[in-house]
């Protein structure tokens, strides 16, 4: 079975792992945001394709919900020390990847090749492709003023409340190779658990990737990030509430208007969830284990396969 998975950070990451449980990985593909990409310390950093791989690869910090596991931090106390730039942490094992993206990117290699090896020698099985090789940038806008998102998120806390969002580059942002293909002979199309904002959100402000998911030829199912309508992490529901209104699975679909076929929603989001033209499918959406991983998973995955 081919499945195609649009993936934002840390809910993506655990929610592909399973997927690869449920169906063989060498038939999945996901289409990871690059809108939270920035430089820093002369690197290039790509934090949700990271976060994507190093889960994958069960190299990731499970609890800090970032980076790698068994992480030292030696690197970032001398930038600390030497006056450098050490807001956004970048600890020793993880700059060892960004030293070879970035010497690769350098190089001309595109964003999609580097990922590709990088994914293969972390053993990691499924396809992940970068939405795009171009330049694309989530940038929010504030009352504070406008910030690129990792000033937003991690430098400011992500505090101030975001009156807009826009997506510097993507006018003239390309799908990665493969991507269109992968959309197009999919069997199933999947919206990770992801801010539908920042994370998904920079994924379809690529045109021709929204334009394969209004014309697509499989079913698409999204999986809301929300439980009883908060975010298991992170400021989802604040932006829910602030940008679509409010955090029911209605204005969740809203976000997909036009692109999903259905949405699975948690037991807790049940209560009155009808939603016009999208099915929903209750589950326990919470995925703090392999069961819940693969219980999610399924849900998405039978949901789809019932609308074919
Ligand atoms: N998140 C933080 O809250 N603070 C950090 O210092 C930080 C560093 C970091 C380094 C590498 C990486 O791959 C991710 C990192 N993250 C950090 C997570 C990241 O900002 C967000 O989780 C994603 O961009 C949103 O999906």
Redesign the pocket.
């Given at each position: 079975m081919k499945v195609a998975v649009l993936a934002?950070?840390?809910g993506a990451a655990r929610f592909l792992r399973g997927v690869v449980a449920a169906v063989d990985p060498a038939g999945v593909t996901a289409i990871g945001?690059v809108g939270?990409d920035l430089e820093i310390l002369g690197l290039s950093?790509s934090?949700?394709l990271?976060?994507v791989l190093y889960a994958l690869a069960g190299r990731s910090d499970e609890v800090r919900?970032?980076?790698r596991a068994d992480e030292t931090w030696n690197a970032l106390e001398s930038v600390s020390e030497l006056g450098g730039d050490d807001?956004?942490?970048?600890g020793d094992r993880?700059l060892g990847l960004h030293l070879v993206r970035s010497e690769a990117l350098r190089r001309g290699e595109p964003l999609s090749a580097v990922t590709a090896r990088l994914a293969a020698a972390l053993g990691v099985e499924l396809t992940l492709l970068p939405a795009t090789d171009d330049r694309l940038r989530t940038i929010v806008e504030t009352r504070a003023g406008a910030f690129s998102?990792?000033e937003w998120?991690?430098a400011r806390g992500h505090r101030d409340e975001v009156d807009r969002l826009h997506f510097d580059g993507a006018d003239s942002a390309a799908p990665a190779p493969g991507v269109l293909a992968a959309l197009d002979e999919a069997d199933v199309i999947l919206i990770a658990p992801s801010n539908p904002f920042v994370?998904i959100g920079p994924i379809l402000a690529v045109k021709a990737i929204r334009e394969a998911l209004e014309n697509r030829r499989a079913p698409a199912v999204a999986v809301s990030p929300l439980i009883g309508g908060r975010a298991v992490k992170?400021p989802a529901d604040a932006m829910m509430t602030r940008l679509a209104g409010g955090t029911a699975p209605r204005q969740v679909a809203d976000c997909y208007k036009g692109l999903i076929d259905a949405l699975v929603i948690d037991e807790a989001d049940a209560d009155g969830a009808e939603i016009p033209g999208v099915r929903t499918i209750v589950t326990r959406t919470l995925m703090d284990d392999a069961d819940g991983r693969l219980r999610v998973a399924e849900a998405a995955l039978e949901g789809a396969a019932a609308l074919r």
């Open positions: 934002g950070g840390v945001n939270d950093v934090p949700d990271d976060s919900g970032w980076g807001w956004f942490r970048l993880d998102f990792q998120f991690v994370s992170g």
